[in-house]
């Protein structure tokens, strides 16, 4: 029945965003539907062919005129709301692909920096080619003239200054306006969140 597939898309696209809705969640994609979203352009593609044919016959009133045209009117309905649930799909996917960006900081995550929990083999060639695209002006961005300025920065106000941090991986030696912290694997620290923000957002330190 027309309206099935892009039912089950939308469906998709709402457990996807529940599950990076999630406190403390990782952005994350599923699998890509590919064949579900090429099953939904071929289905806006008969309906197109459906609607013209209705359309031609309303012109040569071969048909009882009210027939005909409740007939075209549904069935651009069906296309339209094939296209708008398509539509819905892609910008779910596409937010999450720029807060991945974001949460990277503008790093090259095509690389494999994404992490555990995003394989890029679940990304269509043309998110593959947006995400790439989408980092390389987040990183233009970062390098011009907002240098000095932390755009992946929180916008809610940190409740305290400063904070308890463990480290999760080794990130060497950092340099703060309070000195020098070796962040080994396990430790702990006692330092300023403005200056740890951006290793809590890549993994590397875990607020306690």
Not at 153 to 168: A, C, E, Q
Request: hydrophobic share 35%.
């Amino acid at each position: 029945m027309y309206g099935d597939l892009a039912n089950k898309l939308v469906l998709e696209a709402k457990r996807t965003k529940q599950l990076n809705g999630r406190n403390n969640q990782r952005y994350a994609l599923p699998m890509y539907h590919e064949e579900l979203v090429q099953g939904i352009l071929r289905e806006v593609t008969q309906l197109k062919r459906n609607s013209e044919f209705l359309k031609d016959q309303q012109q040569l009133a071969l048909v009882d005129d009210k027939i005909s045209k409740c007939q075209y009117f549904v069935t651009l309905l069906c296309m339209e709301r094939n296209k708008r649930c398509l539509l819905a799909y892609q910008k779910v996917r596409s937010d999450i692909l720029n807060s991945l960006a974001w949460e990277n900081n503008g790093l090259d995550i095509m690389n494999g920096l994404i992490g555990a929990e995003q394989d890029t083999s679940d990304l269509s060639h043309q998110e593959q080619d947006y995400l790439k695209e989408y980092t390389d002006l987040l990183t233009e961005l970062k390098s011009g003239d907002l240098a000095d300025i932390d755009l992946s920065g929180s916008l809610t106000p940190p409740s305290d200054v400063f904070i308890d941090v463990r480290v999760l991986k080794d990130a060497g030696e950092i340099q703060t306006e309070y000195g020098a912290f070796n962040l080994i694997k396990d430790s702990q620290f006692f330092v300023r969140q403005s200056d740890v923000e951006r290793l809590i957002q890549q993994g590397y330190l875990q607020k306690i």
